[in-house]
């Protein structure tokens, strides 16, 4: 009859553990390993990551950029050698309701001058005192032409303060103070002259101008 010996008591569950200790250990070297390959083996089928996610700007070629700085030069030169077109636009039409004030005239008509009674005719009379008394005096009047028309006639104004004439001679009364020329002392060359004189009541105030107002006509 065999006999079978017994084994050593305990000799069989530690190198069980330590089988089942190896498997565990060559396990979580395994997921280690692949955790790897499949991070940094950088396989064929996996993309890469883009370090910035965003729009791509593109640089312009430098033949992009020679044709813009062509094309600004042009249109430059263009502007500045048409300074006149712009300065020579048509201006608006003035509105019709505004009135446009007109520059006055740079040579305005003279006004004409006003012709007397008798163009190109004057005269003077003048006093000259030839007798005084308390209360009246005697005058001498001389009437000249002064102009250069011959004269028709002439009248003088004796309308004087403080005097009252009621003698004349050489001179007709046409009232209101005023005297006037006789037919034949009337008609007078330019220079010559015509005497005449009054009588005449005064103040005691009066004094004698050298000479009164005188009209002439042709």
Known sequence: MHRTEPEPPGGGRLHGRLLQILGAVSGVVAL???????VFGGGSDREPVSAVDGATTEWPSAAAESSSATTAAETTAAASA??????????SPTPSGTASTEAPSSDPEEPE????????????????????????IEVTVEVVNTGEER????????????????????MT???????????????LDPGEDAVAGFQAEIDD???????????AGE
């Open 113 to 136: 001058a006003e012709e007397g009674p008798a163009d190109g005719a004057a005269c003077v009379a003048n006093l000259s005192l030839r007798n005084d008394w308390d209360d009246s």
């Open 82 to 91: 048409t300074p006149s077109e712009s300065a020579s636009a048509t201006p």
């Open 205 to 215: 105030h009066f004094e004698l101008p050298d000479s009164v107002p005188c009209t």
């Open 32 to 38: 280690i390993a692949m955790w790897q390959l499949g």
């Open 151 to 170: 004269l028709e006639y002439w009248e003088i104004d004796l309308d004087l303060r403080d005097m009252d004439v009621y003698h004349h001679w050489n």
């Open 173 to 187: 009364d046409i009232g209101h103070d005023r005297f006037a020329s006789e037919d034949w002392n009337g008609r």
